[in-house]
């Protein structure tokens, strides 16, 4: 019954999409050729921009504010115009946007740890714009998509020999007026649609965070922005491509929702950690260490955040909560703490087992400490170095310096 929830939700979502559209699109159809506007066009045209903003917060609002200054007929229509369509909000965002364009292009050719940092501003700031998206630039839109349609409506019908209410506004299944069903759902359902796509094109960003070369970082900027371009000219050349297009990204972003959640958890405490140099004030605790799940841990799906804690019998259990705020879950560990070992990594430290696989990740707060978690949890293997640590110390030895060596294991 758990494996049909997503499905049935899913379907849910888009029959309250769809059968809203339908309606609106069958009332239209009887109407004279001449009468071009569909009441539901506006609702497909806020769709796309609701999908293209998700997909770039920054761009996407800096594009869509610059396309309404340049719409407005004179200037007393540009004062009108809300706050992200001045050209002072928009010329400054669209601005930072070429500017992580090109630190992205120049990433390829300068050593990972040279643009980390600036990844790590670049994640906090799509968070930001996000969250000011999705606090005012989205329900504006979608707000207004909803009035076009009414108009479009009222336009409709005064081509008819009678001017009455027409469009979705006049659209009655047994008597019943599902206006206020459309005002209920246009703006809650524009909210969900940002915050599903937006969690899958969030996770683009950690992405870039935990990659360590540069090419791959604008690969997927690349990938990213292509993908907004093609939602923006099917939205020009037909509202409805570009719906049919956004619905096929808000289904996948849908899917991925989980992996693209935990990535976000995973984001935002490696800039927080960053940002705040908070290794600097933290020390471990004996027992129950926060940490991230690696490939290799057994159940748990990757990046899931939770504790790790050694039992009085002696074994290791990791202990989470699915999407954080769900019942825990526990996952036993079968590896041997004797077994394990901390790859002290250039950035964050990994626990890995013998064979050089990786149970979990620790957050950046742990650099520094990796030696009082490996004593915590009796790790046979103490510390040695890995990623990047692991290759500057082969380069040393190769030309003739000491290697990182390895923490001895206290007992």
């Known amino acids: ?109 300068v050593p990972p740890g040279w643009k980390k940092p600036l990844d790590v501003l670049e994640t906090v700031e799509n968070k930001f714009s996000g969250l000011i998206a999705a606090g005012a630039v989205v329900p ?19 081509d008819g020999p009678v001017l009455a209410q027409s469009g979705v506004a006049a659209i009655h299944l047994a008597a019943v007026d599902l206006t206020w069903l459309l005002n209920l759902l246009t703006v809650p359902f524009g909210l969900a649609v940002f915050g599903v796509v937006w969690l899958a094109s969030h996770a683009i960003n950690v992405l870039i965070l935990l990659s360590p070369w540069g090419a791959i970082d604008a690969g997927l900027k690349t990938a990213r922005t292509a993908l907004l371009g093609l939602v923006t000219v099917a939205a020009t050349l037909d509202p409805w491509i570009g719906a049919v297009l956004s619905l096929v990204v808000v289904v996948i972003a849908y899917f991925v929702a989980g992996w693209a959640f935990r990535l976000t958890v995973f984001g935002t405490v490696f800039s927080w950690d960053f940002i705040t140099r908070r ?19 057994p159940g748990v799906p990757l990046r ?41 990594g250039l950035f964050f430290s990994d626990i890995v087992t013998d064979n050089g696989r990786t149970l979990f990740s620790l957050p950046p707060r742990y650099r520094g400490h990796e030696g009082v978690v490996a004593r915590a949890y009796l790790m046979g293997g103490g ?28 007992a």
């Open 383 to 410: 510390v040695q170095p890995a990623g990047l640590r692991k290759a500057w110390s082969a380069l040393r030895e190769m030309l003739g310096g000491r290697a990182l060596k390895n923490e001895p294991h206290a």
């Open 279 to 297: 290794r600097h004030r933290f020390s471990p605790p004996e027992n129950d260490n926060l940490m991230f799940a690696g490939a290799n841990c």
């Open 140 to 158: 504006f839109a979608v707000s207004t998509m909803t009035k076009m349609m009414f108009e479009s409506g009222a336009v409709a019908a005064a």
């Open 1 to 109: 019954m758990k494996r049909l929830a997503p499905w049935t939700l899913l379907l849910v979502t888009l029959l309250v999409v769809i059968v809203p559209l339908a309606l609106a699109a069958a009332t239209t159809a009887a109407t004279p050729a001449k009468a071009n506007r569909s009441p539901a066009a506006p609702i497909a045209s806020a769709l796309s921009t609701v999908t293209g903003i998700a997909i770039s917060p920054l761009l996407g609002t800096g594009a869509y504010g610059l396309y309404q200054w340049v719409a407005a007929k004179d200037d007393a229509a540009r004062a009108a115009l809300p706050w992200y369509a001045q050209w002072t909000f928009w010329a400054p965002a669209l601005l930072l946007v070429g500017l992580c364009a090109a630190k992205d292009g120049l990433g390829a050719m």
């Open 304 to 344: 899931t955040y939770g504790r790790l804690v050694q039992r009085t019998q002696g074994g290791l259990e990791f202990v989470y909560r699915p999407w954080l705020v769900l019942a825990p879950r526990m996952a036993p560990i079968v590896a041997e703490p004797k077994t394990l070992a901390v790859g002290e």
